[in-house]
């Protein structure tokens, strides 16, 4: 989604009352950071050609399975189940508003696609693998922070502005979601003072364990990645509570090629930490991150924090910190 910045002059009115405030510096050094990730992780989307109605069909793929994840959730979990997690009756009635929430967006995006003269895709069957409540609201946090690496990383990819607003209006939605979950789990509602972008190849990778089939025509050009497990420590539902040089393992058919694990998170200079892996002994964590971490399994890596799908392996995977 290209062009997301063109929002300088917007600052011009207020050149006389910031004149009478003290010299805070500007925030252009890491809004640019946050930009030039998200571009450099799309670079190969972009290669693909994606125009915008192609990235509007993306973004409905991920909001059908969302949606989809919420409708049978419910329909699996009686009330109660999630009272005894602790939820009272407004955070309930706020779960659920999350699921009509994501069916509305599913809606405006329809509406959008089929306004440009092109069908929009449908949904998919899908396999969520519900045990039980706390299960599916530990999912909910998860799919919910890939949405916003989503609508994140694919806006610089699009040129059209009105979808870009459009997009915008979207992603605020779904940090609401994500925060709400997170309170609702009793961890950190913002652990982390900026989001993580992620480009469309990795999004897709992270969807495509949950969906069985796609209706013809539904299916995207985009390929999944290898999938990636952690097998050391043993995975928990939620947020794990890890010390930086951790030594973490994982499990993937490409395990045996990798040569580094990348930690893709907002507070890595470059937007990914890279750490040495060993198919015996796997990677120390990296210091310093927190909240949503997405790894991946990769060929190389390159000292300046770029991580390209040239480079990738497998996964990602979504690893939460405290």
Not at 32 to 48: D, F, S, T
Not at 78 to 93: E, I, K, R
Not at 213 to 230: E, K, Q
Not at 233 to 260: C, E, H, I, R, Y
Request: net charge negative; aromatic share 8%.
């Amino acid at each position: 989604m290209p062009s997301i910045m063109k929002i300088a002059g917007a600052v011009a009115g207020l050149a006389a009352v910031a004149s009478a405030l003290p010299p805070y510096p500007k925030l252009t050094t890491r809004q640019n950071h946050i930009y030039n990730l998200a571009k450099r992780q799309n670079a190969a989307a972009a290669a693909l050609g994606l125009q915008d109605v192609d990235i509007l069909q993306f973004a409905l793929t991920l909001e059908w399975l969302e949606a989809s994840f919420y409708q049978q959730g419910f329909a699996k979990f009686s009330d109660d189940q999630f009272v005894a997690l602790g939820l009272n009756q407004v955070q309930l009635a706020d779960l659920k508003g999350i699921g009509s929430s994501e069916q509305a967006h599913v809606d405006l995006l329809q509406s959008s696609i089929a306004q440009a003269g092109v069908q929009p895709v449908q949904p998919c069957q899908y396999n969520f693998g519900f045990t039980d409540a706390a299960g599916m609201v530990a999912t909910a946090a998860i799919l919910e922070s890939v949405g916003i690496s989503a609508y994140l990383g694919a806006a610089p990819l699009v040129s059209d502005s009105k979808i870009l607003s459009t997009a915008a209006s979207i992603l605020t939605i779904e940090a609401r979601h994500q925060s709400f979950v997170r309170i609702a789990s009793g961890v950190a509602a913002s652990p982390s003072p900026f989001d993580t972008p992620l480009g469309p190849k990795a999004v897709f990778s992270l969807a495509a364990p949950f969906i069985q089939s796609c209706p013809a025509g539904s299916n995207l050009i985009l390929t999944a990645f290898p999938t990636l497990t952690m097998t050391s420590p043993a995975p928990v539902a939620g947020v794990m509570a890890l010390q930086q040089g951790t030594m973490l393992n994982f499990q993937s058919d490409a395990a045996s090629q990798a040569k580094f694990c990348g930690f893709t998170n907002s507070a890595a200079p470059g937007g990914t930490a890279f750490s040495a892996f060993d198919p015996a002994q796997g990677c120390a964590l990296p210091p310093n991150l927190a909240g949503t971490v997405y790894v991946t399994l990769t060929s190389a890596g390159p000292a300046s924090g770029v991580l390209t799908d040239d480079i990738t392996l497998a996964g990602p995977m979504v690893m939460v910190l405290s």
